[in-house]
């Protein structure tokens, strides 16, 4: 059966990644480890490791992206939890077979290598639930 491993992030929609940052960084001390340009996702993201987890700063670079959208309607705040798991095709396997909506079903592969998916809010209490396996 397989298994979650750990929280791996919460991303955070914002409008500007330096604004954010007075808070994030500036205010509460996080250390950025790095800004990266994600073209696949249209956005760029500010990434500021927390005890093993991680808070991503995600903000749209375009305005027809999935995040500019979600950013127009809903405002800033959070956005998703990403639970890493140990087998993601497992996961998914295991959600569809209890009935659980997925936007993602089949696990998509990252540019960085990481395999992902997600699950509809529908299905999570109203909360964008991300699946990855390393």
């Known amino acids: 059966m397989p298994k979650i491993k750990h929280l791996n992030h919460v991303a955070i929609v914002v409008e ?3 604004d954010a940052l007075s808070f994030w960084r500036d205010a509460l001390g996080i250390k ?8 696949a996702e249209k956005s760029k993201v500010a990434f500021l490791p927390v005890s093993g ?3 991503e700063l995600v903000q749209p670079t375009t305005d027809d992206s999935g995040i500019a959208k979600y950013l127009a309607k809903r405002g800033q705040g959070m956005h998703h939890v990403c639970l890493e ?3 993601i095709d497992g ?3 295991q959600l569809k077979s209890k009935g659980v909506r997925l936007i993602t079903e089949e696990a998509k592969t990252g540019a960085d ?8 809010p529908e299905s999570a209490s109203g909360v ?3 699946l990855y396996q390393l």
Request: a negative charge; aromatic letters at 6%; proline letters at 3%.
């Open 16 to 18: 500007d990644i330096d």
């Open 113 to 120: 290598g990481r395999r992902y998916a997600f699950v509809h």
């Open 32 to 39: 950025m480890h790095e800004l990266r340009d994600v073209p």
């Open 128 to 130: 964008l639930v991300e």
């Open 85 to 87: 798991v140990d087998d």
């Open 91 to 93: 996961m998914l396997a």
């Open 53 to 55: 987890s991680e808070i």
